[in-house]
């Protein structure tokens, strides 16, 4: 069945979307049909897995290819032979890595939660979920959307293309054939498909239609979001999925956010969207003006970055917490409507928050 409708297009610009960062991650272990499931059932528009090989080339959903930290390999006696060192993009590694394993292996091994300690409800599940491939994310997200009756979106990232490629696994070739074999491959399928990588985004460009997004760390190439960097990147891409740090960058002595920078003002006249990662509702991922006690583990006051996020104009928000995140653009958007008396004038509660100094005169 082929799908497309209106929230897999491009969206208008008030309209950010909201896309589970590896399912509803702050809720359940990342990266599981059981937390993507969680973030549909909480309302998101799409759900972001990150993909990397099976040795036997399957794309399967880990936030890395080096797997100790979301799986129970480590303790699996017949994998302990396994255990090796490599390097990963210029960086040395030792662990359990993907490319090393079957399918078939991979799927004998449960996922547990990558942060135990600031999310220790999460392990709970430890031990209950599978791997899933690319292909049953796909499955789950078409029959979500059936049943839902609203069609919900899928937002894979191409984990180390190149170093994959080197080894013969390249991730696109199979992305492709999974999304065609899902009849997501047309212009209007619900799909953004994303890579730090410049080279396989330019790869794909004239081999789909679907959106492709430019990543850019806050420490990676921030050369991609001058004007010079976007126009560029507008060539082969149709959005930049950016660090939040980037958007709204943090004071380095406070730790409080200052006013937007320039990357969503240029990104837009470059033609490009803005999606920003990744909010989070514990404290530890908070600017500090928005924590709620000492507690590196509580929840701070997300709504109110999320809103920060909404003020500076972007179009889509990658988030651990889909249903505090939409809570917070309903409450954007119903306040956009509401005027509020500001110096004996009406204006909207948006303007009040982004113009709050100019507005009495
Ligand atoms: O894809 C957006 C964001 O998820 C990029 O960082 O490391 O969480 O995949 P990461
Ligand atoms: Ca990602």
New binding site residues.
């Given amino acids: 069945m082929r799908r497309g409708c209106a929230v897999g297009m491009l969206q208008p610009l008030d309209q950010p979307l909201v896309?589970a960062?590896?399912g509803a991650s702050g809720y359940r272990p990342e990266h599981t049909l059981a937390s993507y499931r969680l973030a549909i059932a909480l309302g998101a528009h799409y759900v972001?897995p990150?993909l990397v090989s099976t040795r036997d080339g399957v794309l399967v959903a880990r936030?890395?290819n080096e797997i100790s930290r979301t799986t129970d390999v480590a303790s699996r006696h017949e994998y302990a032979d396994r255990m090796t060192t490599k390097v990963i993009d210029g960086r040395e590694l030792s662990g359990w890595f993907t490319e090393d394993f079957t399918l078939a292996e991979i799927k004998s091994l449960r996922a547990i939660e990558r942060l135990p300690d600031l999310r220790p409800h999460n392990t709970r599940y430890d031990g209950r979920y599978e791997v899933p491939t690319f292909a049953e994310i796909l499955t789950l997200v078409e029959e979500e959307s059936v049943r839902l009756g609203r069609s919900v979106g899928v937002?894979p990232?191409t984990?180390h293309p190149s170093y994959f490629a080197e080894l013969g696994l390249s991730l696109e070739a199979p992305l492709l054939a999974d999304l065609g074999r899902h009849g997501l491959d047309g212009p209007s399928s619900p799909v953004f498909i994303?890579s730090?990588e410049s080279g396989n985004l330019q790869w794909l460009r004239p081999r789909t239609p679907l959106p492709l997004?430019q990543?850019v760390?806050a420490t990676g190439r921030v050369d991609l979001v001058t004007r010079t960097g976007l126009r560029r990147v507008a060539s082969y891409a149709d959005a930049v999925?950016v660090?939040k740090d980037l958007v709204l960058p943090r004071h380095a002595d406070t730790g409080t956010i200052g006013d937007p920078s320039a990357v969503v003002t240029d990104a837009h006249d470059a033609g490009l969207r803005v999606?920003v990662?990744?909010l989070r509702d514990e404290n530890q991922f908070l600017p500090t003006g928005y924590r709620r006690g000492e507690d590196p583990t509580q929840t701070g006051d997300s709504i109110e970055e999320t809103q920060a996020f909404l003020d500076a104009g972007v179009d889509g928000l990658?988030t651990d917490h889909p249903d505090t995140t939409l809570e917070a653009r309903r409450l954007h958007a119903a306040a956009a409507t509401s005027p509020v008396l500001v110096g004996g004038r009406r204006v909207s509660r948006r303007r009040a928050r982004v113009h709050p100094a100019g507005l009495a005169g």
């Fill in positions: 896309i960062h590896r972001e990150d936030h890395e937002y990232e984990k994303q730090f997004v990543l760390s999925g660090a999606h990662w990744t990658f």
